[in-house]
Every structure is written in structure tokens, then in C-alpha cells.
């Protein structure tokens, strides 16, 4: 799928149907917060994958930073393929092992970081 700069993949909130993998540029994950801002949480590279999530739902959105080329498989496959197939569960384990990891150096960061740090950062 093709995607232009700052098109959205995904909102928060909306139905977590796919997995995707960046083929092509940059897609970066983000947070809308109660009073309009957006806080970054992270970019995706070329052959990475993002969207695996717990529950159903998006807690966050993407969007093509540039224009992007996105791989979207659907959610329902890859659990299938995962029920089927050990290899495959242990490699989409770590894939979110990785998201989880991320997830947790970001907050760690943020908060070592003063206010101006974290503009500076952004």
C-alpha cells in the first residue's frame, strides 16, 4: 500500500486488523493528547514491523512521515499462521518483545529528560 506524506495508516482507537511492515521511507507512531498535542512515540523503518498490538484497538496512530510504502497482512492470518506454526510464534514473540522494549527505553528517556531536552528531542 502507498501512502502519502503525513497520511494516516492507523488512529488510535480504530480496529487493529493488520501488522505492517515499512517498506519504503519512514512511518512514525504517535499519542494525541487531551489538549491537542501530539506526543511522538517512535519511528519505524524500512523492515520493521509496527501495529502488533494486545488488544483489538490501536492505543496509538501512525502516519507515512514521507511518502511510504506499507506491507498490511492481515491480523487474522498472521494468528493463524502463529497457531499453526512454532517458529513463526517465536519470531512475532520477538517482534513484540522489541515494540515492548521500545516502549519502555522511550518512557525511561523522557523521563530523565528536562522539558527543553525533550523538545530538543522531538
Do not use: W
Not at 487493529?16 to 519512514?26: D, G, N, S, T
Not at 521500545?102 to 528531542?121: D, E, F, K, T, Y
Amino acid at each position: 500500500m502507498s501512502y502519502a506524506s503525513n497520511m494516516a495508516i492507523f488512529g488510535e482507537g480504530e480496529p487493529a486488523e493488520y501488522l505492517y511492515e515499512v517498506v519504503r521511507v519512514l512511518v512514525g507512531r504517535y499519542k494525541m493528547l487531551s489538549d491537542g498535542r501530539r506526543q511522538i512515540i517512535g519511528f519505524h523503518m524500512p523492515g520493521e514491523v509496527f501495529g502488533p498490538e494486545v488488544d483489538e484497538r490501536h492505543c496509538f496512530s501512525a502516519e507515512a512521515v514521507n511518502n511510504a510504502t506499507i506491507l498490511a497482512v492481515k491480523r487474522s492470518i498472521v494468528m493463524g499462521l502463529a497457531a499453526r506454526d512454532a517458529d513463526f510464534t517465536r519470531q512475532l514473540g520477538a517482534v513484540m518483545s522489541r515494540e515492548y522494549q521500545r516502549a519502555q527505553n522511550h518512557i525511561v528517556i523522557l523521563g530523565c529528560m528536562s522539558a527543553r531536552q525533550r523538545v530538543a528531542r522531538d
